[in-house]
């Protein structure tokens, strides 16, 4: 867990992903669409990538482990809970709260 800890701190949005996963490229996607720029973690192409991914599932219940998402250092979860807060018209205020972006125009 110190080492997602230390991945997440003084960043305002994080990805934990795999290059292979469509799912993440969508959240992605989703997040930089309202300006965000997330810091995105290819498991798959970094050192120790499966060991980061294994603490995600055993630690924080991820399931399935990508994308994981941090918003304001806080784990929001997978794809499913990022698209309730999307539905939910809560993801846009999350990211402002977490200085990830800072003009936000609700229609």
Sequence with gaps: ????????????????????????????????????????????????????EGALVEQLNCEPSVPAVFIGQQFVGGANQVMTLQLRNQLAPKLLAANAIWLWNQQ
Excluded at 3 to 20: A, Q
Excluded at 27 to 47: K, M, R
């Design 1 to 52: 867990m110190d080492t997602i800890t230390s991945m997440v701190t003084g960043k305002p949005v994080v990805i934990f992903s795999r290059s292979t996963s469509d799912m993440s490229h969508s959240i992605v996607s989703l997040i930089t669409g309202y300006g965000a720029n997330p810091t995105v973690y290819e498991l798959d192409q970094i050192p120790d990538g499966q060991a980061i």
